[in-house]
């Protein structure tokens, strides 16, 4: 079907993803409008073959080598100078491509059976949470894509770590569930980018809205900050977060580690928009290992809230 021209949602480790044949522009041109995505953010080409690397990319640098053999089949996305083959649309006309090789069973004999690279962002419409079971998808994409290959809910729930292997280090630009200490492991030097690089469009994606919920989101800073709250205002709150909840918001989810909290992240917030809630809090975890990644979508949806 994804040879033919087709849009097949498929799950992968990290979230579901929406794809379609590099091979076949104009099926790439329907996913940006079946998501309402931007046609400047570019789409990450999803590999079942470590040597499809070979036919994607230009150059594929040493620390780039090294990463791709510690962390494939795997959540993690690398960068690299695209070759001829991959057309503008994947790319949004920049001259890099975003290359992973996912490591879920269903994503990789999905991947096998097409034959072909696979473009595939999240399979979410533009601006929602991305999507970490087939029910999300349904929801978000139902009439506007061709398949739904069904899985099991998502196992890290957050996307992808992404870095950027073009330059002299490793970049990362979007912290995920590969951690920069295990990326320092194997490429020493690795930084994250910063705010400027990040302005500056190094990923485009990071500059649009992202994985907000319609309820607002706010980052609790302590109990007393949703005791602020009238008893009938906390009656439509949630709460999301290790530790103890504070005293009477109906809808809450006590994660039990990190790693939970990143599972159940977005499909809380899709809860919540379905049940009507209109604030939810979400308790701060420490920014070490998955943290960061956490960190990093729950700031994110607290400011595309309060816009
Ligand atoms: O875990 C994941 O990465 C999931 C699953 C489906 O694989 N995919 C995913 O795709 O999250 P998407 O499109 O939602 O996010 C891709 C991110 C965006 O921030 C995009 O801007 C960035 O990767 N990106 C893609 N190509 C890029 C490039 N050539 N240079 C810089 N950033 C790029
Ligand atoms: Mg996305």
Known sequence: MVRSGGLV?????????????????????????????????????????????????????????????????GPLTVILKKAERVPAVVTANLDTVAIRMPSHPVARAFLRAAGVPVAAPSANRSGRPSPTTWEAVWEDLVGRIDAILIGPPSEVGLESTVVDCTGAVPVILRPGVITRRMIEAVVPGTRYAGHKE??????????????????????????QAVGDESEEARKRAAWIGIGRPPPGISKVKRCRS???????????????????????????????????ALMDRLCRAASAASK
Not at 20 to 37: D, Q, T
Not at 199 to 217: E, T
Not at 258 to 276: I, M, N, S
């Open 9 to 73: 949602a498929f799950p992968t480790e990290t979230v579901y993803g929406l794809g379609a044949s590099i091979e076949r522009p104009e099926a790439v041109a329907r996913i940006f409008r079946a998501k309402g995505r931007p046609s400047d953010n570019p789409l990450i080409v999803h590999i079942a073959r470590r040597r499809d690397v070979r036919e994607l990319a230009s150059e594929v640098p040493l620390p780039a080598r090294r990463l791709m053999a510690a962390f494939w089949p």
């Open 198 to 223: 990040q302005a500056q469009g190094r990923s485009p994606g990071l500059r649009h809205r992202h994985y907000a919920p319609r309820a607002r989101v706010v980052l609790e800073a302590s109990p």
């Open 258 to 292: 990190v790693a939970e909290y990143a599972r159940t992240l977005f499909d809380f917030f899709r809860a919540c928009d379905r049940e009507g809630v209109e604030v939810i809090y979400c308790k701060p975890v420490r920014p070490r290992g998955l943290g960061v």
